[in-house]
């Protein structure tokens, strides 16, 4: 299993970046997708789950209502699009895939089998 994180940059306070990530190796129709972050000198956080189906999503209270995540079936591609970013976001992101069936998401890191390699995201006010 292949997880590539791609999109991150350095960006002003309220701009927008689409972060992805394109899985492969395996089927991940039964998967969950999720995104996570790690700010210096802080622990890796939560920031977004979906099931590979798309029947379940679960956001962060700190990005709900300004990052979207979402899946390109065809392309076997998570997406995280950041919107209204703000200097608090500045971070590394991270996918990841949890590869347990049902439907249930996750927040928890432990949850998740396999990690990206990650993304810088920067933001400057």
């Known amino acids: 299993v292949q997880l590539q994180a791609s999109g991150g940059g350095s960006v002003q306070a309220g701009d927008s970046l689409r972060l992805s990530c394109a899985a492969s190796g395996r089927t991940f129709s039964s998967s969950a997708m999720g995104w996570f972050r790690q700010a210096p000198g802080k622990e890796r956080e939560f920031v977004a789950t979906?099931?590979?189906?798309?029947?379940?999503?679960y956001y962060s209270d700190s990005v709900k209502g300004r990052f979207t995540i979402s899946i390109d079936n065809a392309k076997n591609t998570v997406y995280l699009q950041m919107n209204s970013l703000k200097p608090e976001d500045t971070a590394v992101y991270y996918c990841?895939?949890?590869?347990?069936?049902?439907?249930?998401?996750?927040?928890?890191?432990?949850?998740?089998?396999?990690w990206g390699q990650g993304t810088q995201v920067t933001v400057s006010s």
């Open positions: 979906i099931r590979w189906s798309g029947s379940k999503i």
């Open positions: 990841a895939a949890d590869l347990s069936p049902g439907y249930s998401v996750h927040v928890a890191d432990w949850k998740y089998d396999y």
